[in-house]
């Protein structure tokens, strides 16, 4: 007999967000990661598919990256704010459309989209305070790091709720109940739909395993570290109330000893209020 899990994983395989990826931003996403690829080619690439571009250029003139309503097409905006800049602008547009469900039941997708933001924020604003020199892929790691929930929410409604009600009566956070009821996680689905997508593997280790980022990369340590922060902060909510406990070895290959952490969390509360572009 098939166990819950696997008919999950069938059920993801069948899922059609997972095939949404049209064929442009397959292509943007390949682009992106040949350094060869110049700002002219990117912007050609962005400008075949009119919602990505529109989405894109209302990100790069949004106060988050300070230079509101003056940019006027892809190239310019590579000339402001840089390649890497840009790049992960377009992975954010191209991703956003996956959190665009309609929530029900105990999925709050407001809440859970909220979330992701504040985690994606606070991973960028972790990356600059400790010099982490891959910073951009920061803020999509952390936007992406909970989207094996809504996933899970899509293909496993009745589980989803369980999930949730369990975390919720024993006090427990998410990820612990589910691996209880379903045998399988939200860290794993959103690894599988990452995968699936093409992006680059750094981000798919930092989803894949932001609830165990133990002997994992940097940025997982990022990632991991900045959900307990929008935590913390109150940034939304992932569906539980449980706060996490700390890895050592993440905050350790962080070095967060030496951060002022007041400052850090003064910061993400910054720019988490000029990030409310992708709130509307
Ligand atoms: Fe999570
Ligand atoms: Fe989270």
Redesign the pocket.
């Known amino acids: 007999m098939p166990s819950l899990r696997d008919d999950i994983e069938s059920r993801l395989h069948s899922l059609k967000s997972l095939h949404t990826q049209p064929a442009v931003i397959a292509k943007i996403t390949q682009m992106l990661q040949n350094p060869a690829t110049n700002a002219e080619e990117l912007g050609m690439a962005i400008r075949a598919d009119q919602v990505l571009a529109s989405r894109v250029l209302k990100l790069v003139n949004s106060a988050f990256y300070g230079f509101p309503g003056r940019i006027g097409s892809i190239s310019h905006a590579v000339i402001l704010l840089g390649f890497s800049t840009v790049k992960n602008i377009v992975l954010t547009a191209s991703v956003l459309e996956l959190f665009a469900v309609r929530g029900g039941g105990k999925f709050n997708a407001h809440e859970v989209w909220k ?2 933001l504040a ?1 994606g924020v606070a991973a960028q604003c972790l990356a600059r305070a400790v010099k982490y020199e891959g910073q951009e892929e920061c803020f999509v790691a952390g936007l992406l ?2 989207i094996g929930k809504v996933i899970m929410f899509q293909i496993v409604p009745n589980e989803f709720n369980n999930v949730i009600e369990c975390a919720d009566k024993t006090k427990t956070l998410f990820y612990d109940s589910e691996c209880k009821l379903l045998g399988i996680s939200h860290q794993q689905i959103g690894g599988m739909l990452i995968e699936q997508w093409r992006l680059p593997t750094k981000i798919l280790d930092a989803v894949a395993n ?1 609830h165990t980022p133990h002997g994992g990369s940097l940025l997982t340590a990022v990632v991991h570290c900045a ?1 307990i922060f ?2 913390a902060l109150g940034y939304g909510n ?1 569906g539980d109330n449980k706060m996490p406990k700390v890895s050592d070895s993440a905050w350790e290959s962080l070095g967060l000893d030496g951060v002022n952490l007041e400052k850090l969390l003064g910061s993400i509360g910054k720019e988490w209020e000029k990030a409310e572009v992708y709130l509307r």
């Open positions: 979330h992701s985690c790091h909970d932001h959900d929008a935590r992932g």
